[in-house]
């Protein structure tokens, strides 16, 4: 079984800046990609950002360079640093994880969501 924890989501204003982080325990042996994905109300759940774990990132259109995801493979976290948000970016935010299972298995996780909010 394989745990993602996320945290550092809140308020913040427009303009302003967060930083999410997530954190994966269990049965993991690696990591084939870690990513955040977020879900607005009433629509559906997209792509932020993930990387791969040779270190290739992907990231949304609408982040437009605001965004930034980083992996520490060693710790088994992944971290997004959002900058200059707008009401937009308001949402739940998800991380997942694509893993390789200690017993040789893949398997997909997500975690429970954090909150952000952005007030103009």
């Known amino acids: 079984q394989v745990h993602l924890v996320e945290s550092g989501g809140g308020l913040v204003q427009a303009g302003g800046s967060l930083r999410l982080s997530c954190a994966a325990s269990?049965?993991?042996?690696?990591?084939?990609?870690m990513g955040w994905y977020r879900q607005a109300p009433g629509k559906q759940r997209e792509l932020v950002a993930r990387?791969?774990?040779?270190?290739?990132?992907v990231y949304a259109g609408f982040v437009k360079r605001r965004f930034t995801i980083t992996r520490d493979s060693a710790k088994n976290t992944v971290d997004l640093q959002m900058n200059s948000l707008t009401p937009e970016d308001t949402a739940v935010y998800y991380c997942?994880?694509?893993?390789?299972?200690?017993?040789?298995?893949?398997?997909?996780?997500w975690g429970q969501g954090t909150q952000v909010t952005v007030s103009s």
């Open positions: 997942a994880a694509s893993i390789i299972t200690l017993g040789g298995d893949q398997e997909d996780y």
């Open positions: 269990g049965s993991i042996f690696s990591f084939n990609v």
């Open positions: 990387v791969t774990n040779g270190g290739s990132a």
